[in-house]
């Protein structure tokens, strides 16, 4: 089985499950407080003005004028259609075709992110919130895997897996020392870059599909787990319908053909002493390089992908929990604070 199969799951399981039981807490925290999950939500209350009307004007100055019945009416329609205006306002903003790409505006890829998971890994396919943004050309796909691929937090990533894999010396076919080293790491980089370009760019261009993961951030707890594994099966196209998740599936059921016929051991022969026998005998190792097999690593990366899909959702809300100490406002202090009150 290639590399990653065989040892990712020393670290994703166990990391997974802890994500898992972080996720359930920041989402009880978001569900009782609504603002902490919604930072803008706190921005957008108005600041609180003083009634000037209950203090006397100061000597020497005229008092303002009081508003008229007229200039009240005026106010009170205003405040009436700015709802309407907020509302036509929001309907431009979410019309398909426009550059909008809601809390991920400020990145300059348009159309999507500069997130990272886990502050290292990228996450640039994804955006927070599910509304309507602007189609993806198949350049823009190409560039933003391109991108995520060689971007070089994959180099000690694929380091790691690779040294996991040298001490469990799976695929034995690969050797020992830094030549099996070496195979081993450019194994496990091609198995990535291979499944991440047929499922986010080769098949989304031919099929017209958005490869962007739009996180729900709605709901409960098992409810978003639900959505986010069904990403796995459930898509969008260009233009914003909903649609079997072609790409995902054929993609990653190609890589894993490309990946276990071509570059990983073929059946070897190695030689070793048997000490019952005080004979040197041959030892038949099996290929990689089966259908059995080919389907294994199929299932195995459509899970890794469900499992990568559900961090994908969560992610948001572990991360403002990260943050929250850091964007608390500092305390108000009142304009007369240390003053000497006037006799």
Same mark, same amino acid.
């Given at each position: 089985?290639p ?7 020393? =670290? ?12 359930s807490?920041?989402v ?6 609504p ?8 921005? /957008? ?18 008092? @303002? ?8 009416a ?17 309907k ?5 075709? $426009? ?6 505006? +400020?990145t ?29 050309? &198949? ?6 895997? /391109? ?8 180099i ?11 001490? %469990?010396?799976? %695929?034995p076919? #690969?050797?020992? +020392?830094? %030549? ?16 991440n370009?047929?499922t ?7 099929? !017209?599909?958005? &490869? ?14 639900? #959505? ?5 099966? =459930?898509t969008?196209?260009?233009s914003? !319908?909903?649609?079997?998740? #072609? ?5 990653s059921?190609v890589?894993?053909g490309?990946?276990?016929?071509t570059?990983? &051991?073929? @059946? ?13 005998v ?6 990689d390089? $089966? ?15 469900a499992?990568? #899909? ?27 604070s ?6």
């Open positions: 089985m590399t990653k199969f065989t040892t990712q799951p020393l =670290i994703i399981i166990p990391v997974f499950f802890s994500f898992l039981f972080l996720a807490l920041a009880a925290a978001a569900q009782q407080d603002a902490a999950s919604d930072p803008a939500q706190g921005a /957008a209350q108005p600041a609180p003005q003083s009634d000037s009307s209950s203090k006397p004007a100061p000597s020497g100055q005229d008092v @303002a004028p009081t508003a008229s019945p007229q200039t009240s005026d106010q009170t329609s205003a405040d009436k259609a700015a709802p309407d205006q907020n509302k036509d306002k929001n431009d903003k979410a019309a398909p075709g $426009t550059n909008t790409q809601g809390k991920n505006a +400020g300059s890829n348009a159309g999507t992110s500069n997130d990272r998971l886990f502050l290292a890994l990228p996450n640039f396919l994804t955006l927070e919130g599910s509304g309507q943004v602007a189609p993806l050309t &198949p350049k823009q796909k190409f560039k933003v895997v /391109a991108r995520s691929a060689f971007d070089r937090v994959q000690p990533w694929y380091a790691l897996l690779s040294g996991i894999s040298q001490a %469990e010396n799976s %695929e076919g #690969y050797g020992q +020392g830094w %030549e099996g080293y070496g195979k081993r790491f450019a194994s496990a980089f091609a198995d990535g870059a291979i499944e370009f047929l986010s760019a080769v098949f989304p261009s031919l099929l !017209h599909q958005d &490869p962007r993961f739009f996180q729900s951030s709605e709901g409960g707890f098992k409810h978003r787990t639900g #959505y986010a594994i069904s990403r796995i099966f =459930i969008r196209t260009d914003g !319908h909903s649609q079997f998740n #072609y790409s995902e599936i054929f993609g059921a890589a894993a490309i990946s276990t016929n570059y990983h &051991p073929r @059946a070897f022969i190695t030689t070793r002493y048997d000490p019952t026998t005080n004979m040197v041959d030892v038949h190792n099996a290929s390089r $089966t259908l059995p097999n080919t389907f294994s690593v199929w299932g195995t990366q459509m899970g890794y992908d499992i990568t #899909y559900v961090i994908k959702e969560f992610w948001p809300d572990i991360h403002r929990k990260m943050n929250k100490k850091h964007n608390q406002p500092a305390a108000v202090q009142p304009a007369n240390g003053a000497t009150p006037n006799p």
